[in-house]
């Protein structure tokens, strides 16, 4: 037993907690103490990740929880998102009856995501599924009106509904393979029947996508993005992303590609995600639901990763993709905090003129999203395609650049209109936000230099798990 | 001191970005120096370049994860593009010194430095990701030019239209750039290793995919038939210094990836398909020079001369690529014209676009049916539109002939039948120049005329220095060639192996 082993995710237990019990005892309008200390949480969590990944790799509790690359790259990214998120959500948070409850869900969401992406014991992925799921609902609806009525209830109902597939496909697994922690299931499964264990994966993978906000478990996000407030959107459509896609690689290779071709499922679903998110966003108005679409579709490019994954340099490509992802994806929404009147894209028409740093922030994050050079998403793209193209799916990577072509017409649908000379076509409403729109440049400026200095960050990144 | 020119201007960028008081004046200046001494330092690259290989050279790792490298050089290639990129840039800044110079000076200069730099680090990019890297930024920044200071009513669709083409063309780019990263063993990304030891190498399908998705890339870019519809509104309502750019310095970027890329890496394949090029090429010749011909504003016809301009480059480098007929002495001297034509078109066209944007500054239209007789109000724009016209109808004694014979020169061997038909491009072209120098200049005078007066001295210094190159090259082009050659005879060789 080692307690230390933890200590990033009990910092943020401890963290959330802590926040609760402040955010209690505050008067409404002096919430800060309480967002402090969901911060310095964040941080802490952060230092203590930093410390242990200088540590070695081990597994803990008895084989059911990875210490080892991945999860320290998780523990790193899910934080620092957070973090971002917080930033971004104190104009829109402050003086809300609620504002204690919105930075303890984001540290329990955290907590969560965190814990899928260490898992690697089915039971305890199956727990830290219904942990990270929960603060997420109570999220999507933290603004308590009707359109986060909606988008909770749409979360909540996938989410339970593919949860309970996830549990059915945990339970199958263990009875093919009479184990649940991933070395057992690599040794046990090899000799699996074939259709059985087919349908334990199916059913796993369902519960894992809704998680990862992939398709077929898609279909809260659109409106989770748009009913959910900015804030709440940004970490539902980050933060989970990061668990839920390193959980999948983790399990997944625990499954012998050889008994099911698991593979070329997850290439499928990757193609009809990035597919069906691309075509699905070109017709949004709204730039939210439009940046929902949009991170539908970058969930298929990862996938992708998923897909060659125990192949050389997939998993360290999913990683550096997460990490440009949830930077960039940050930053777009941080922009939309920063403007919370401009609900249509032609609100932004003339954005340039009168905001020119977040127009600046809402050119590199687009630009971005789209995958061009300097930025880290080109690096996340260009490493998670070399990949798979030398794992064997070069179709895939075919596809996968018609889709960023696609995906390039609705992105400038955005950032035309704010480029472009010329009134707006409602007339904003507007506050200075400088936390928010602080957030949005400082975000683009990360994913810009995160991309110029890929190389050592490629580095220090892992390329293989333990088990 | 590679490094240091390729930089340089968007230092400068970032500082004019920052230093939000100086009077516009003075931010002209500095732009017009930070020009000039670019030009210096390009100069000055060249003439240390010793003439073998590649000079001046960096290879520092950059994504070693990813198998990308921070790696420039020079050779007899990209030392005349990365010049011409210099004397363009330096004469765009020479023409905004003009009374009526763009609104937002502070901007549009830092916005053409970076430009500059984007430009100069492709022409000296030695890797794949870096030369995808400038290749895109360019995109970007001539994007933000034509959206924030183009003229016209639709400035803002042609800037999108112009972005969409050619970003998709780059995700095409790229992805025969990854094709040809995964296909190299050890993986990499570096060109000089994938020319030295090229891969796909007899595989028919693989290379010929590969080497279908470069050529989309680079064809949208220079841009060739069919993918040329995004150049004319681009041109006509980009500012007269963005159209110069967008001519003389990034087209170029499309036709020195063929000559960089496609030809030394992808040799078989170009062999096998290097027919469909030449095709591609007159196909080029003859239909921009014949869209041209229809045109009645004056620079969306200088605009469709640039598609057949192009076209007799690809006409060339196709040439170079076919076996059979005519030995390496020819194909060089095809390759060499190609090259010498980037250069002409460059400086030619640069100056054309600066001229015409003349028209525009003082009577707010293109239509060369709105003008006549201006011979007499502006005698030296006339006179210099007029010497540019000449040049860029490849009449001896300019830059034009030198490159356009050697065109012919080299693709009469292997392309017999081609050659002749691009040899028409000719005539149209002649034809073309000479009818719009006679609707805009002599007859009586038009609708447009009264409020145009003659060329400031900005104006003039703009393109003078311009033409002049012309001349020079047109004279003496031993200097040019001296370069060309021994790099273009390499790439032959590359290409037949």
Redesign the interface.
Known sequence: MDPLALAPELLLLLGAVLTLLTGSYLPRQRQWPARLIAALALVGSLAAAVVQAAGDDRMVYAHTYAVDGPTHTARVLVPLAALAVLALSVERTRGDRREAEFSVLVLLGSLGSVLLAGASDLLVLAVAYLLASFPLYALAGWARDARGAEAALKTYLLGALLGITLLLGVTLLYGLAGATDYAGLRDALGGAPRAALAVGVVALLAGLLFKAGAVPGHFWVPDAATGATVPAAAFLTTVPKIGGLIALARVLLAVPDSVVDWRLLVAAVATAGMTLGNLAAFGQRDPLRLLGYSTVGQAGYALMAVAVAGRE?AL?GLLFYLAAYALTNVGAFAVAAALPTRTTLGAYRGL?RHRPWTTAALAVCL?GL?G???TAVF?GK??V??AT??GGL?WL??VA?LN??AS??YY?RWL?PA???GPPETAPVEDARPWASTTAVGAAAATVALGVA??PV??V?PDGLLR | MLSLTVFAPLVAAALLLAARRLPDRVVVWAWVVVAAGEFALTVALWVTYDGEGIGHETDR????????AYHVGVDGLSLPLLALTAVVFLMCAVHTLRREGERDVRRFAALFLALETTCLGLFAALDL?LF??FF??SI?GMY?VI??WGHGARA?RSA?RF??YT??GS??L??GF??L??ASSP?TFDLVELTADPPLRGEGAGGALVLLAVCVGLAVKTPTFPFHTWLPPAHTDAPAAGSAVLAAVLLKMGTYGFVRIAMPVLPDAWRTYALVVVVVGVVSVLYGALVALAQTGFKRMVAYTSVNHMGYILLALGAAGMLGGGDTGTRTVAVSGAVAQMVSHGLITGALFLLSGVLWDRAGTYAMDAFGGLAGPAPRFAALTALAAFASLGLPGFSGFVAEFQIFAGSLGPAPVPTALALLGILVTAGLFLRALHRVFLGPPGSATAPVHDLRPAETWSVVPLLALSVAVGLAPRWLLDTVEPAARRVVELVSR
Request: charged letters at 5%; a negative charge.
């Open positions: 340099d360290r340039g630009l789209v061009t050079p300097p690096v260009l490493t395609f070399s193209w030398d070069a990577v075919v650049a960023t072509v390039l017409f400038l035309a480029l472009t000379p890929a190389g490629l580095a990144l | 790792p950059w994504i070693p994860g990813a198998g990308a990701i995808f890297l895109d930024l970007v933000l959206a924030g803002a999108l972005f969409l970003f998709v995700l095409a790229l992805l990854i094709g990263y995964a993986h």
